[in-house]
């Protein structure tokens, strides 16, 4: 007889994390949403697009929420997933500034996270700013 395999593990419907605004922080949290994404039963695809997505809202907050030189406050990442969507906010704690230098990938972050997201809110207040990203699933998780 062959033993029952072990039910497999699926993560709250909700997953809230705070780290430091530095880069080495919004991969780690940029690693933690996919596998979360991926645990929660998510289309690989769909993994993918929030994985993008959700970092470059993180390192928007990295690059332009603090000024170079200061001490850099947090980032806060929340997702919501239900059975017809999902729903990730990336806030950050500081005040927009200019980029830190020319590069030629500034000014792209946004438009890919509208291109890979359903809809895109940008939320700015005195306290800081709140990138909404929501996409509409069908059941199982893929787009719709």
């Known amino acids: 007889m062959c033993p029952a395999s072990a039910p497999q593990y699926r993560p709250p419907a909700t ?9 080495p922080h919004a991969a780690t949290l940029r690693r933690a949403v996919a596998r979360w994404a ?3 039963g998510l289309a690989p695809p769909l993994v993918t697009d929030v994985e993008l997505a959700v970092y470059e809202a993180l390192s928007n907050a990295v690059e332009h929420a603090y000024a170079a030189g200061s001490a850099s ?8 997933h239900e059975e017809r969507s999902l729903r990730i906010t990336v806030t950050d704690e500081g005040r927009w500034q200019p980029p830190r230098g020319p590069h030629l990938c500034h000014g792209l ?5 509208r291109a890979l997201a359903d809809d895109v809110a940008i939320t700015p ?3 800081g700013t709140t990138v909404t990203m929501t996409w ?6 893929v787009y719709d």
């Open 73 to 80: 406050g947090g980032v806060e990442l929340r997702a919501h």
């Open 109 to 113: 972050g946004l438009p890919l996270i």
């Open 125 to 127: 207040t005195p306290h």
């Open 15 to 23: 997953l809230h994390l705070h780290e430091p605004a530095h880069v």
């Open 136 to 141: 509409h699933l069908t059941p199982g998780g």
């Open 38 to 40: 991926g645990a929660r």
